[in-house]
């Protein structure tokens, strides 16, 4: 009974982290269109009343102006002034609200707009058999083994650290990003990170045949 009640508690958690932070961002994003849309009714009405055109046009307006003011916003922060502001924001209210350090490492992920700590991706054999797990690789060293970072899906900003040797760190030709966003999806999108995987494996057993 306990494990039947441990299941379902971790299954839903589980999914709660999932799914809440897409949730908070549509739910951010609508609110915004909507309080664009109200602020600046009068010119969409204008546009439409002049040109004739459907309320398509009204929607694209809306999205040009938040994406103008997300460009605005993005000018002033890296300004002295702005960074001063913003970070003042951040560390006093923005980080006491739930979730909301999570729903901004998933966005800079998925936006690419963060220089990744992590050299390279990899494939490792944490426990030595033919589990393979997903890992960046942090650091080399001199005797060839390597210290690697394996996060923990969906939140790529935890997980743990391990020092392997060489023979159970298997590097992968693929982006960085692409193996964030396969972690934030909790697996989902791996592909890329199999794929590159089997076909550096066929090449290296194809030279060593050779």
Request: net charge positive; proline share 4%.
């Amino acid at each position: 009974m306990k494990r039947i009640k441990a299941f379902f508690k971790t299954s839903l958690i589980g999914g709660m982290v999932v799914i809440l932070p897409v949730a908070i961002l549509l739910f951010v994003f609508k609110w915004i269109f909507n309080l664009v849309t109200d602020i600046i009714q009068p010119l969409t009405n204008l546009v439409m009343m002049k040109s004739q055109t459907q309320e398509i046009l009204a929607d694209i307006l809306v999205i040009a102006v938040i994406l103008t003011a997300c460009f605005i916003v993005g000018v002033f922060v890296r300004t002295r002034l702005g960074t001063f502001i913003y970070k003042i924001l951040e560390n006093r209210i923005l980080k006491i609200a739930p979730g909301y350090s999570l729903v901004k490492e998933t966005v800079i992920q998925f936006l690419g707009n963060k220089k990744s700590p992590f050299s390279s991706v990899a494939l490792v054999q944490i426990f030595g058999n033919e589990t393979l797990v997903s890992a960046f690789v942090t650091d080399t060293h001199a005797d060839g083994s390597y210290s690697v970072f394996v996060p923990t899906g969906p939140n790529p900003t935890s997980g743990n650290i391990y020092h392997l040797k060489g023979k159970y760190v298997h590097p992968v030709d693929i982006p960085v990003e692409d193996a964030m966003r396969s972690i934030i999806s909790c697996g989902a999108g791996s592909t890329k990170l199999i794929n590159a995987y089997m076909e550096k494996s066929g090449n290296d057993v194809n030279s060593k045949g050779l």
